[in-house]
């Protein structure tokens, strides 16, 4: 554990901040007791979303992807969701679609 030896506003937050819930991958799917979003392997080392449909991404642009599903509120979005290309904003909206199931 890195403790810092300055705590700015935004370390205050973060220690405040609970917990992110975890991402567990299992069997190709990322999953979180959190969320009914998922992420599936769909091979050469790419996955896909089920809120981002018609994207594939990469196993770190995936969990950024279910953590904001999992944490839209945290101050951490905006550089999760610059992973995927999207503001905050439009990670949050997304995020917030109901999950299809087809």
């Known amino acids: 554990m890195i403790i810092p ?3 700015d506003r935004a370390t205050w937050r973060r220690a405040a901040s609970p917990t ?10 990322l ?12 091979g050469q080392d790419l996955w896909v979303v089920d809120f981002l449909p018609g994207r594939t991404l990469t196993r770190e642009q995936a969990r950024a992807a279910m953590k904001i599903a999992v944490a839209p509120d945290r ?3 905006q ?4 992973l995927l290309g999207l503001t905050a ?6 995020a917030a ?3 299809v199931v087809s």
């Open 20 to 29: 992110i819930p975890a991402v567990i991958e299992a069997a190709g799917h």
């Open 79 to 82: 550089r999760w969701a610059g």
């Open 31 to 42: 999953v979180s007791e959190a969320t009914a979003h998922h992420a599936d392997y769909v």
């Open 75 to 77: 101050p951490e979005v």
């Open 97 to 99: 679609l109901p999950v």
């Open 5 to 7: 030896s300055v705590w």
């Open 89 to 94: 904003a439009e990670a949050r909206g997304f």
